[in-house]
């Protein structure tokens, strides 16, 4: 099994930037394939972006392009998401995910081709 943890998300404005971190314990992180989804209140799970294992390739929504990033540090065994620029509708709970990547590093878009997830941490941002 894989415990995921994520932390760092608050109240900020429009414009701010956020990091979000996510803490994975129980398998060998180098050997996952990770990404963050977010969900909106009344809306579906969506995803936001995605990393290889090695950390070396990454896919990003359209919505959130250019504006954030997210990168891995295999030997602390943390996803993190840097999300700048801020809008209103990034709004949402920020979800950690990630799926075993021992014969490829696909990266799923699609929520139930990720195996384990976090709780998921709030991330608010006003107008």
């Known amino acids: 099994q894989v415990q995921l943890v994520e932390s760092g998300g608050g109240l900020v404005q429009a414009g701010d930037s956020l990091r979000l971190s996510c803490t994975a314990s129980?398998?060998?992180?180098?050997?996952?394939?990770m990404g963050w989804f977010r969900q909106a209140p009344g809306k579906e799970r969506e995803f936001v972006c995605g990393?290889?294992?090695?950390?070396?390739?990454?896919q990003y929504a359209d919505s959130v392009k250019g504006r954030f990033t997210i990168s891995r540090d295999n030997a602390k065994n943390i996803l993190y998401l840097q999300m700048n620029s801020l809008k209103p509708e990034d709004t949402a709970v920020y979800y950690c995910?990630?799926?075993?990547?021992?014969?490829?590093?696909?990266?799923?878009?699609?929520?139930?081709?990720?195996?384990?997830w976090g709780e998921g941490t709030l991330v608010t941002v006003s107008s």
């Open positions: 995910a990630a799926r075993d990547g021992h014969y490829s590093d696909y990266i799923p878009r699609d929520t139930v081709d990720m195996r384990y």
């Open positions: 990393i290889i294992r090695s950390g070396l390739s990454t």
């Open positions: 129980g398998r060998t992180f180098s050997n996952l394939v």
